[in-house]
């Protein structure tokens, strides 16, 4: 094409976008530079609607605009929700959903399980905690946001979903998954003996704080006098929930704040007199989020010893923004901050003692009847044990 008639198309463009961008700009109060950026944006837009070798749909554009203004803030956690991926994420928070009942992590542009729920369609088929997701559906992981991965896993129940796994020492195998109603039951616990309780959060969901409180009552009838909390494997989920728990266990005072970049605080309090029982609280690798808040909410208040492994460090608050076509954002807004002020985000919690597994935890697990016997578990009993006989929490440098 005749480079004049390139020019003029081009002029013709942007002239077009100056008109329009200067009546906005004018309506709220942008700055030169925002003006500016908006010229370039809509100036692009409009050339590719008119000169592109197809017909293009406006939407696509719009989405992938915005789609890629997320992208570019680097946060696996941030994402931009097309209408059927917002309404996903809607549905996850109704306490069912379909899908194939694990728990994933994001690092370093990787996808990975860090657990999978008891009698799900991911534990049928024999996924692992630590295995790698490679694609969904033949989609590569790379040409998909992490955080959009679980929501594409997620569907219709009853319909397949295809996930390509890497697992360390064997060949990449494609599993072939049903979805189903998951159900999740977040909380459980038993007695190890006449004294000493077990207690499991897979999780933070909407009912996670009733679960919690009528377990202890449960556990408080049979005799217990003090537990371990075993937040291992836990994602993490709703902080409200989380609240809940930590109301019940953690001294009066704060549990978390939550920080904003302009320094706008909200503090979640506790009005717990006092510790009601001992507590030593089991963390790995793959705790994350809402279980670090709980854990180093204990950890800094002195009300429960903290065994085990250094946490993920996901300390990162989002949140979901309705748009205007049924799509949404998850935006990271603020951070989560401890008691004592520190934030996790990408340093995790470290444990006051800590211990490496022997082999990594099976992943058929009852939670409502079996516990996972390991190096982790024995020291958290020998801890609680002494707590029980000496009446104080002993950290690692008492006798």
């Given at each position: 094409?005749?480079?004049?008639?390139?020019?003029?198309?081009?002029?013709?463009?942007?002239?077009?976008?100056?008109?329009?961008?200067?009546?906005?700009?004018?309506?709220?109060?942008?700055?030169?530079?925002?003006?500016?950026?908006?010229t370039?944006?809509?100036?692009?837009?409009?050339?590719?609607?008119s000169?592109?070798?197809?017909?293009?749909?406006?939407?696509?554009l719009?989405?992938g605009?915005?789609?890629?203004?997320?992208?570019s803030?680097g946060?696996?956690?941030?994402?931009?929700?097309?209408?059927?991926l917002y309404?996903?994420?809607?549905?996850?928070?109704?306490?069912?959903?379909?899908?194939?009942?694990?728990?994933?992590?994001?690092?370093?542009?990787?996808?990975?399980?860090?657990?999978?729920?008891?009698?799900?369609?991911?534990?049928?088929?024999?996924?692992?905690?630590?295995?790698?997701?490679?694609?969904?559906?033949?989609?590569?992981?790379?040409?998909?946001?992490?955080?959009?991965?679980?929501?594409?896993?997620?569907g219709?129940?009853?319909?397949?979903?295809?996930?390509?796994?890497?697992?360390?020492?064997?060949?990449?195998?494609?599993?072939?998954?049903?979805?189903?109603?998951?159900?999740?039951?977040?909380?459980?616990?038993?007695?190890?003996d006449?004294?000493?309780?077990?207690?499991?959060?897979?999780n933070?969901?909407?009912?996670?704080?009733?679960?919690?409180?009528?377990?202890?009552?449960?556990?408080?009838?049979?005799?217990?006098?003090?537990?371990?909390?075993?937040?291992?494997?836990n994602?993490?989920?709703?902080?409200?929930?989380?609240?809940?728990?930590?109301?019940?266990?953690?001294?009066?005072?704060?549990?978390?704040s939550?920080?904003?970049?302009?320094?706008?605080?909200?503090?979640?309090?506790?009005?717990?007199?006092?510790?009601?029982?001992?507590?030593?609280?089991?963390?790995?690798?793959?705790?994350?989020?809402?279980?670090?808040?709980?854990?180093?909410a204990?950890?800094?208040?002195?009300a429960?010893?903290?065994?085990?492994?250094?946490?993920?460090?996901?300390?990162s608050v989002?949140?979901?923004?309705?748009?205007?076509?049924?799509?949404?954002?998850?935006?990271?807004?603020?951070?989560?901050?401890?008691?004592?002020?520190?934030?996790?985000?990408?340093t995790?919690?470290?444990?006051?003692?800590?211990?490496?597994?022997e082999?990594?935890?099976?992943?058929?697990?009852?939670?409502?009847?079996?516990?996972?016997?390991?190096?982790?578990?024995?020291?958290?009993?020998?801890?609680?044990?002494k707590?029980?006989?000496?009446g104080?929490?002993?950290?690692?440098?008492?006798?």
């Amino acid at each position: 094409m005749n480079k004049k008639i390139i020019f003029g198309i081009i002029l013709i463009a942007l002239i077009s976008s100056i008109g329009t961008i200067v009546g906005l700009a004018f309506a709220l109060n942008f700055d030169g530079k925002t003006a500016g950026n908006l010229t370039r944006l809509i100036g692009a837009m409009r050339f590719i609607e008119s000169q592109y070798v197809q017909e293009v749909d406006e939407d696509k554009l719009i989405d992938g605009a915005i789609s890629g203004m997320v992208r570019s803030l680097g946060d696996p956690h941030s994402i931009y929700l097309e209408p059927k991926l917002y309404n996903q994420l809607k549905a996850e928070t109704s306490g069912s959903f379909g899908g194939i009942g694990v728990y994933m992590g994001f690092k370093d542009n990787s996808v990975f399980v860090m657990g999978v729920m008891p009698d799900s369609p991911g534990e049928k088929v024999g996924l692992q905690a630590g295995d790698f997701i490679l694609a969904v559906d033949s989609q590569p992981i790379s040409e998909i946001e992490p955080g959009e991965v679980a929501l594409k896993i997620r569907g219709e129940v009853g319909t397949p979903v295809e996930l390509l796994i890497h697992r360390e020492g064997e060949e990449d195998k494609i599993y072939t998954i049903l979805r189903e109603i998951i159900n999740v039951k977040t909380v459980a616990g038993k007695m190890l003996d006449d004294r000493e309780g077990y207690i499991r959060i897979s999780n933070f969901s909407e009912h996670t704080g009733k679960e919690l409180k009528s377990t202890l009552n449960e556990l408080e009838q049979q005799g217990m006098k003090g537990f371990i909390l075993d937040l291992r494997q836990n994602p993490g989920g709703v902080i409200t929930s989380c609240v809940e728990v930590a109301q019940e266990i953690v001294p009066a005072g704060t549990i978390v704040s939550v920080i904003r970049r302009d320094g706008e605080k909200e503090i979640y309090t506790s009005n717990l007199q006092q510790a009601k029982f001992p507590i030593v609280v089991l963390i790995d690798k793959n705790s994350a989020s809402a279980s670090e808040l709980l854990s180093g909410a204990l950890q800094d208040t002195k009300a429960a010893l903290i065994v085990g492994e250094k946490s993920y460090g996901k300390g990162s608050v989002q949140t979901v923004i309705p748009m205007f076509q049924d799509d949404g954002l998850k935006l990271t807004i603020a951070k989560y901050y401890t008691p004592l002020g520190r934030s996790i985000d990408g340093t995790g919690i470290a444990p006051d003692v800590e211990v490496a597994l022997e082999t990594p935890l099976p992943m058929t697990r009852e939670i409502n009847t079996n516990i996972w016997e390991d190096a982790q578990l024995r020291t958290a009993e020998e801890l609680l044990a002494k707590q029980l006989d000496s009446g104080k929490i002993l950290f690692d440098n008492e006798s």
